[in-house]
DNA sequence: ATACCAACAGTAATCGATTACTATAGCCGC
DNA sequence: GCGGCTATAGTAATCGATTACTGTTGGTAT
C-alpha cells in the first residue's frame, strides 16, 4: 500500500538487461534506420514492453532539439470560436504527429507575455497566435531566435510574420449591404468597444455600406472595458439594443458585432414585447452553433474558424519542415448565414 | 534578410561573457539560495538582460526531474461545460507557478490512452482525466510508476484515484421532482444513449423520483452514438421531442438529459405550434451559460463546472506536494436554476 | 595562535537519450 | 589474398542546466 517511488526505467536499464550497450537500444526504440541484428532487436523490444518503459521526451528533446510541439495563443476557449480555431489546428497537427500547448491569454497582455516566455522556454520552434497585446517587441525577439509564428484573427505588425485574417471590413459590409437588400434603411450597430483593429474593420464595412446609399450611421458603442465574458456581452447587447430602441428614429435592423450581442439584442426585444423579424431585424457576426439553435435562427455573418485553424496549423508546418514560402497573409472571406433572423421589408410592387 | 539561425544563447555562453563558471551563472539565474557576491550577481544578470537569455527547461526538467506541469485530458473544449473545468484548472494552476497541457480526447478512447502517454512520456507527474474510455489498465501502470491522478465528472475505477463528481442520480431526482412540485405528473424524459455510467445515473435519479409518486416513466432514448457535437445533440433534442409527442399520453414536461437538447427540445416545439412553457414545460441540465439567452431562458440543473476544476487542482497539487492525504472523493451537489421554461400546473385551490 | 565556519567560486558528474566515431567480422571481387 | 564494403555493436561526447563536492579566503571565538 505504501509508495515506493520506482526510478523510472530508462535505456540503460533496458541495455543491462538484455546485455548490450544503452546505443543499440536507443537505435532500436527511437526506430532509426540504423542496422541491427533481428534476434538483438527482438530482445530488446521484448524487454522494453516486458517492463513498460516510456522514454523520456526531455531528454530526446534535449538532444535533438526539437519537441514537436507547437504553440498556441488565444484570449480563451470558452470562445466556441477560438475552441473550433483549436480543434481545426490540432487535427492537423494530430496527424502529422505533433502535439498542441494551447494557452489562454484571457484578454491580458501581461499573460499573453508571460506565456510567450513559457512557451520559448519549453523550446517550442512553432507559435500559433491571436494577439491581444500591442507591443510585439518580444515576439519580434523570439522570432529572430527561429521561432516562427503565424498570427491568426488579429493582426500582428513585425516582418516575417505570416497572417490569416479575416476580411472583417468586408463581412461588415455584406451584413449591412444585406439587411439593405432587404429593404432596411434605418439600420443600427452595436457594438463591444472600438478598441481593437477587428472591431474597428467590422464598423468601416458598416458605415461604407451606409454612406453609399447615404444613409446616416447609427451606432450604440460599448463603453465598457470587455470583461471578455459570454454573460457580459449578452448584457451589453440587451442594454445597447436598448438605447437605439430610445433613439430618435429607431432602426428597423440591427447589426450586432458578434452572435452572443444579438442573443442579448434579441433578448431585450422580446422583452419589450418586440418580436424579431417581424418589428424587429437582426443580424450577428461569427455564425457560432447556438446560433441556430435559438428562436429565430440567426441571420449572421460566418468565419470559417475551424478552417482557419487547420489552415494556420499547415502553414506553420510547412515553415517548420524548413519550407523557406515568402513570408504571405490568407485573407479568409466572410459569408453571409442566411437564417430566419431578418425580415424583408421592401414594398414590393 | 536572411536567417543565420542563431544557436541560442546557454548559461555557458553568459559564464563566458561574464568570466565565470556555469555554475556560478545557474545559481544566479535560477534563484537558488546558495550565495554570490553581489558584484558578480549583478554582472550577471546585466548580461542575461542584455542577450536576451531564454533558460532551457528541458535541460534543467530533465536534470530536476520535475517539469511544473499538469496534464488534463477531456472530451471536447468545444463543450462549454469543459471549458469552464479548464478555466477553473488553470486559475488555480497559474496561482501556483504549474502549467497545464490540454488534451482533447474527442470521445476516443484509443486518442485518449495515446494523450496519456505522450503525458506520461512529457514526465508530467499530474493528471486530471475525465476518462471515456472502460480500459484503466494504462492509467493504472502510470500510477504505479508515481503519476498522481485525479479523475472529475466521470468515474475511473482503480485504487489510488480520487475522484470528484456531481451526484448525477440527485440531480435527475431534482429536476424530476421539480417538475412534479409545479404539478406536472407526465413528465417524459429524452436522453442521449444511456452508455455512460453519469448519464444513467441521470436517468436513475429521474426514475426513483417518478416512482416515488407511482408515474410511469416515459423516455426516449437516442439509439445513435454520439458523434459529440453540440449540433447534433440539438437536432437529437429535437427528434426525441417529437417522439414524445406522438405518444399515446404525451407528457405536460419534459426533461432533457443536457442543455443544447433541452434547446432542441424548446425548438422542435416552437416549430410544431407549442409554447414553453404555457403549452410544455421544459428542463435541462448542466447549466451552460446560453441557457439564459434563449428564449425563454431555460430552468436548468447546474452542474458547479469552474469550481470543479478548481478544485480538482488544488488537490492534484496536493497530491504533488507531498501531502499524503488518503485517497478520497468528493462529490459535488447539483443545484437548481430556476429560470422560466417550467410552468406551475397546480389547480390551485 | 589555532580551530572552525561562512562566503564564495570552480570542477565535474549527472539527468536520459542520441549519435559521431571507432572497431570487428564476414563477405565480395579480382 | 588483399583492399574495400556492409552489417553490427560498443565508447564516449553531447544537448543545457543543476548540484555534489572541493577548495580558497578571511573572519571570529577561545
Redesign the pocket.
Known amino acids: 500500500m505504501s509508495n515506493p517511488v520506482k526510478?523510472?526505467?530508462?535505456?540503460?536499464?533496458?541495455?543491462k538487461l538484455a546485455?548490450?550497450?544503452?546505443?543499440?537500444?536507443?537505435?532500436v526504440?527511437?526506430g532509426?534506420d540504423?542496422?541491427?541484428?533481428?534476434?538483438?532487436?527482438e530482445k530488446i523490444q521484448r524487454i522494453a514492453k516486458e517492463s513498460n518503459?516510456?522514454?523520456?521526451?526531455?531528454?530526446?528533446q534535449?538532444?535533438?532539439?526539437s519537441s514537436m510541439t507547437i504553440g498556441v495563443i488565444i484570449p480563451s476557449i470558452s470562445n466556441p470560436f477560438y475552441s473550433s480555431v483549436i480543434l481545426g489546428i490540432e487535427g492537423i497537427a494530430r496527424q502529422k504527429g505533433f502535439h498542441v500547448i494551447v494557452c489562454n491569454s484571457l484578454h491580458d497582455a501581461a499573460l499573453e507575455q508571460e506565456y510567450l516566455k513559457t512557451i520559448a522556454e519549453k523550446q517550442v520552434k512553432g507559435l500559433i497566435i491571436s494577439s491581444i497585446g500591442s507591443d510585439q517587441a518580444m515576439l519580434q525577439k523570439l522570432m529572430d531566435t527561429g521561432m516562427k509564428v503565424i498570427a491568426i484573427d488579429q493582426k500582428v505588425d513585425g516582418e516575417g510574420i505570416s497572417q490569416i485574417e479575416f476580411d472583417y471590413r468586408k463581412g461588415g459590409y455584406m451584413a449591412t449591404k444585406h439587411l439593405q437588400s432587404m429593404g432596411h434603411r434605418k439600420i443600427g450597430y452595436v457594438t463591444s468597444q472600438l478598441d481593437r483593429p477587428s472591431r474597428r474593420s467590422i464598423y468601416q464595412g458598416y458605415e461604407e455600406a451606409m454612406r453609399e446609399l447615404d444613409l446616416e450611421p447609427l451606432t450604440a458603442e460599448s463603453a465598457e472595458d470587455d470583461v471578455y465574458n459570454s454573460l457580459n456581452e449578452f448584457n451589453m447587447g440587451k442594454k445597447l439594443a436598448g438605447k437605439l430602441l430610445e433613439a430618435v428614429h429607431p432602426p428597423t435592423a440591427i447589426f450586432a458585432c458578434n452572435d452572443v450581442m444579438a442573443f442579448g439584442v434579441i433578448n431585450e426585444l422580446s422583452l419589450r414585447g418586440l418580436q424579431v423579424p417581424r418589428d424587429m431585424s437582426v443580424i450577428g457576426f461569427d455564425g457560432i452553433e447556438y446560433g441556430q439553435m435559438i428562436h429565430p435562427p440567426l441571420t449572421t455573418i460566418k468565419q470559417p474558424d475551424y478552417e482557419m485553424g487547420r489552415m494556420a496549423c499547415s502553414m506553420l508546418l510547412d515553415l517548420l519542415n524548413g519550407e523557406t514560402k515568402p513570408v504571405y497573409d490568407v485573407v479568409l472571406q466572410p459569408q453571409l448565414l442566411e437564417r430566419s433572423s431578418v425580415a424583408d421589408v421592401q414594398s414590393k410592387p
Not at 19 to 27: I, P
Request: net charge positive; no cysteine; aromatic share 4%.
Open positions: 526510478r523510472p526505467i530508462t535505456i540503460h536499464d533496458i541495455a546485455e548490450v550497450s544503452s546505443a543499440t537500444v536507443s537505435r526504440l527511437s532509426s540504423y542496422p541491427v541484428s533481428a534476434a538483438t532487436r518503459y516510456i522514454p523520456n521526451m526531455l531528454g530526446k534535449l538532444k535533438t532539439n
